[in-house]
């Protein structure tokens, strides 16, 4: 299966703890996204990047939350010091870059903070 | 800022039955796509349909069909011949044509099919 792989699925987390959740694109894509699903809310986007630069993070908290893409390796959504609030399931997508408007999503992380 | 509005937070059909999830946006742009996303209780997103806001014919995919109307900025989907397997939280979105774009969701509405 080619497709965007997030893991771990599932994560649970005391307060002040760190959570990293790691998203592995569609092989040839070099553009990932996070967004963040509350209960019975939509997707919000967070952070746009590509391969080693953050292009857009105008919906990522400016604290405690943090977003990477290195050259190898996958994605790292990064979230210190976590709080009840956070918990929620977070979903990477990718893109190949060439403007078809079509994100492939992961199957999303659901982080529960206790 | 692009806003996408899903008036229906639930609907109900029974199976083989056909029904339609609303949709409008905003927007000033002239030019792009609009999405249908399904997210079942697996919780993946799973691309449904898409339209070119270029393209004044309606897309179309098998039993899932849409209504664009630009002009009104409303884009509702179309159910027909309603299956168990369609219960799902169902999410309209839109990206416009800008290189660093997002997609904006709606809130979602959420199918039931019953037998």
């Known amino acids: 299966n080619a497709g965007v792989m997030q893991n771990p699925r599932h994560l649970v987390r005391r307060r002040g703890q760190e959570a990293r959740l790691r998203c592995s694109p569609v092989k040839g894509h070099s553009h990932v996204y996070w967004y963040r699903q509350l209960p019975e809310e939509g997707l919000k986007f967070m952070v746009y990047?590509?391969?080693?630069?953050?292009?857009?993070e105008s919906g990522m908290p400016k604290e405690r939350f943090s977003a990477e893409f290195p050259k190898e390796g996958p994605s790292i959504l990064r979230i210190q010091q976590v709080v009840r609030g956070d918990s929620a399931a977070y979903f990477c997508a990718s893109t190949s870059g060439q403007y078809t408007g079509e994100l492939f999503f992961g199957e999303g992380s659901r982080l529960t903070v206790l | 800022a692009q806003t996408v509005t899903q008036s229906q937070p639930e609907m109900s059909v029974q199976e083989a039955e056909t029904v339609t999830l609303s949709c409008t946006y905003d927007?000033?742009?002239?030019?792009?796509?609009l999405f249908w996303y399904k997210q079942p209780p697996s919780r993946q997103m799973i691309l449904v349909i898409r339209q070119e806001a270029y393209k004044q014919q309606n897309a179309t995919e098998n039993r899932f069909s849409v209504n664009f109307q630009k002009a009104a900025k409303s884009f509702s989907l179309k159910i027909s011949d309603s299956q168990l397997g369609d219960t799902a939280m169902y999410f309209c979105a839109f990206i416009p044509p800008s290189g660093y774009s997002t997609l904006t969701f709606g809130k979602g509405t959420m199918l039931l099919v019953s037998p």
């Open positions: 927007t000033s742009e002239s030019n792009y796509y």
């Open positions: 990047l590509q391969k080693e630069n953050i292009i857009d």
